[in-house]
């Protein structure tokens, strides 16, 4: 019986270091993709946007002084009304799902000279991100398209000269695409924001705000996404307005945390098969649990590579019905066809598919195994309760002796 269990656990233990290489081999296989497709990725579709709000700055310098940069002082937008819309389009590359997205933004600013001087003031418009494309793009200064825009450093740079008292209106719209995160910053200090209103439209309900960020001051369900609206009057701060796209379940990770666990679900199998045949005097000789772990293997083996093609969740199903016919069609042999086709398959369906697929639920997973090992504590001792362990050891220790002596 020790000769049998050390056995046992030799075929244990290799097949658990075979998952952990096949686990830490994902692991090296999804960074090394991610770090070359994120770029192609950005490339196609555009980064992480960040849009900064216009600043519009004044020269205080008299006439017969010297103008220069440190003289420019900034001023407060007087109103900011902003819509966008955000529409996500997910993307696969390898074992990874990239959370891109189509942006339609429309801002319209009020600047206004409050001074009691003619002043030309300078609007500069910052682009939120270097490396993206900008599809009809408008600026609009006081009902006027400007049509010869110049860019200085990726910025736009307009002059507009104002009387005292008066206001003018600075629409800027465009169509861009991005990833992972939209947000609008009103700059790096605790900078006033006036009549401010931002509007944003999206078609996913899963919504999530960046840290750092103001959650919006009222919600509104729209069909299959959401309207959410910052309104302020007179505000004071030095956070941003944000928006994460939802991201979808990423094979490549997945796949590794669901190997790295894997070498659980055989202990649990291989401990109540080993206490099932072994009440039921049924012989099962280790040899066979090496190839029943083999098996086991073949499911993670299979599925690592497969996800690269398919949906993760067809992987899954098609993997687990690869790895229970190789093992029923297996110990119906070995035996008999009753006990491959109850008892092993149903073992294998709880300790190795349904095992797997609680890693779909983030977050419920630890307590779902959790639960699963004291349900299979519950069993055996309820199933071995009258066992007498003295005479099922001792007899199969002379069953062995006998053997080896004849």
Same mark, same amino acid.
């Given at each position: ?15 658990? &270091? ?38 519009? !700055? ?50 319209? !600013? ?12 300078l609007l500069d418009f910052k682009f939120p991100a270097k490396g993206a494309v900008y599809d009809n793009f408008r600026f609009v200064v006081a009902g006027r398209e400007i049509q010869d825009i110049k860019l200085k450093s990726g910025n736009i740079t307009k002059a507009i000269q104002l009387s005292p008292g008066q206001s003018e209106n600075v629409e800027i719209s465009y169509e861009s695409q991005g990833l992972d995160e939209w947000s609008y910053d009103f700059g790096l200090n605790v900078n006033p924001v006036r009549n401010f209103s931002l509007v944003l439209n999206t078609d996913f309900e899963d919504i999530d705000f960046p840290a750092q960020s103001i959650s919006p001051t009222h919600k509104e369900r729209t069909g299959n996404g959401w309207k959410l609206t910052w309104q302020y009057t007179n505000l004071f701060t030095g956070v941003k ?109 709880? !300790? &190795? ?10 977050? !419920? ?42």
């Amino acid at each position: 019986m020790g000769k049998r269990i050390f056995a046992i656990s030799f075929i244990y233990a290799c097949t658990a &270091l075979g998952w952990i290489i096949l686990a830490g081999t994902t692991i090296v296989r999804t960074r090394t993709q991610d770090v070359k497709l994120r770029d192609a990725v950005g490339q196609l579709w555009g980064t992480k946007q960040i849009q900064q709000a216009p600043l519009v !700055y004044y020269n205080p310098a008299r006439a017969g002084q010297t103008k220069t940069q440190e003289t420019m002082e900034r001023l407060a937008l007087d109103a900011s009304n902003i819509k966008v819309d955000l529409k996500l389009d997910h993307r696969k590359k390898g074992l990874l799902w990239y959370s891109t997205y189509h942006v339609v933004f429309s801002g319209e !600013y009020r600047i206004i000279n409050n001074s009691d001087q003619p002043r030309e003031m300078l609007l500069d418009f910052k682009f939120p991100a270097k490396g993206a494309v900008y599809d009809n793009f408008r600026f609009v200064v006081a009902g006027r398209e400007i049509q010869d825009i110049k860019l200085k450093s990726g910025n736009i740079t307009k002059a507009i000269q104002l009387s005292p008292g008066q206001s003018e209106n600075v629409e800027i719209s465009y169509e861009s695409q991005g990833l992972d995160e939209w947000s609008y910053d009103f700059g790096l200090n605790v900078n006033p924001v006036r009549n401010f209103s931002l509007v944003l439209n999206t078609d996913f309900e899963d919504i999530d705000f960046p840290a750092q960020s103001i959650s919006p001051t009222h919600k509104e369900r729209t069909g299959n996404g959401w309207k959410l609206t910052w309104q302020y009057t007179n505000l004071f701060t030095g956070v941003k307005i944000g928006m994460i796209t939802p991201r979808k379940l990423n094979p490549g990770p997945w796949v590794s945390r669901v190997t790295a666990a894997a070498p659980v679900s055989l202990f649990l199998f291989f401990f109540l098969l080993f206490v099932f045949t072994t009440v039921k005097k049924i012989k099962i000789h280790p040899m066979n649990y090496f190839f029943i772990g083999t098996a086991f293997f073949s499911f993670h083996l299979l599925l690592a590579y497969l996800v690269d093609h398919i949906s993760i969740h067809l992987a899954f199903w098609i993997c687990s019905l690869v790895s229970i016919f190789l093992v029923v069609s297996y110990m119906r042999l070995v035996i008999g066809r009753r006990l491959a086709f109850i008892e092993i398959a149903l073992l294998q369906l709880v !300790y &190795l598919v349904f095992f797997s697929y609680t890693f779909f639920f983030e977050g !419920y997973t630890g307590l779902a195994i959790t639960i699963l090992c004291i349900a299979t504590l519950f069993v055996v001792m309820q199933f071995t309760a009258k066992v007498d362990w003295d005479k099922v050891f001792v007899k199969s220790d002379a069953a062995a002796d006998n053997k080896a002596a004849g």
